[in-house]
């Protein structure tokens, strides 16, 4: 395996929860083992996670996701609570530290914040830390409310924005699906998936679906606009499913595994 990449996964929120809203313990333990082989490996490993809203309405004992803007932002700093536990926890038990880092639209589209928080990532990594990455919904409305920030609105984007001020040489998007399809496959059953994608044009993005489960917010239009912002950046990305994460040994590798999206020719000079 090669060492030495950069990479930044970012787990959606269905897959660190089971379909009742609950954390799934299991998953979230096979995805942290699998982060810290891959950092123990040589390579610099950044997670972006989703899930706090989940969590924080299981861990408060609501039937369904709250509705109310300030009820969500309330669940979600619930949730960001056990979420860090759990990944501390997790990541402890393979002797490998984490650091949480809450970010809002404002912290990256401003020009010094932007460069602490280069500098910061750049201290983590370089102590072999893996920095956790939510955005900070108890301050910031861009996920919960989607469209009333210009820069974040979805961890998608949130992802993507990380990897490009990290110059990360890879983006992996844990995801409910396997990959771009060239119809949907929950209902087409001649679907065919897509291994590799070197440019997004009108036809790749018009297969871009609505969002995906209750869970989440993303669907493929937001990994689409991922996609966007890496490859012009010489940054490659895959999207996966993160049923199972150990895909991501092949994916670090360069197997075709998903869809991998190629960085241009121009972004990697």
């Known amino acids: 395996m090669d060492a030495g990449k950069r990479i930044v996964?970012?787990?959606g929120t269905s897959t660190l929860t089971h379909?009742?809203?609950?954390?799934?313990?299991r998953g979230m333990e096979r995805l942290v083992r699998v982060l810290a082989d891959l950092a123990g490996a040589g390579n610099e490993m950044i997670l972006v996670s989703s899930g706090?809203?989940?969590m924080g309405t299981a861990k408060l004992g609501l039937?369904?996701?709250p509705k109310e803007l300030r009820m969500k932002q309330a669940a979600s700093a619930v949730g960001q609570c056990q979420m860090m536990h759990l990944y501390d926890k997790l990541f402890s038990e393979y002797n490998r530290a984490t650091a949480q880092i809450l970010l809002t639209g404002d912290d990256v589209d401003d020009p010094e914040r932007a460069e602490h928080l280069k500098a910061t990532f750049s201290a983590l990594l370089q102590m072999g830390v893996v920095p956790v990455i939510t955005q900070n919904d108890s301050v910031s409305s861009a996920e919960i409310e989607t469209g009333?920030?210009?820069?974040l609105g979805d961890n998608d984007t949130l992802s993507a924005i990380v990897a490009r001020l990290c110059e990360a040489d890879l983006l992996v998007l844990l995801s409910d699906i396997d990959g771009l399809y060239n119809a949907d496959p929950r209902k087409d059953p001649d679907a065919r998936l897509l291994a590799r994608v070197e440019e997004l044009t009108p036809q790749i993005l018009e297969m871009a679906g609505g969002a995906g489960t209750w869970r989440?917010?993303?669907g493929m239009a937001t990994k689409l606009s991922a996609a966007a912002i890496v490859m012009g950046c010489g940054c490659d990305m895959v999207i996966t499913n993160g049923s199972r994460p150990e895909d991501l040994y092949d994916i670090v590798e360069g197997k075709e595994i998903g869809t991998r999206f190629i960085a241009s020719k121009e972004g990697r000079a």
């Open 9 to 11: 996964v970012k787990v």
């Open 19 to 25: 379909s009742s809203g609950a954390v799934d313990l």
């Open 52 to 54: 706090a809203i989940a």
């Open 63 to 65: 039937s369904e996701r």
């Open 148 to 151: 009333q920030h210009k820069v």
């Open 216 to 218: 989440g917010t993303g």
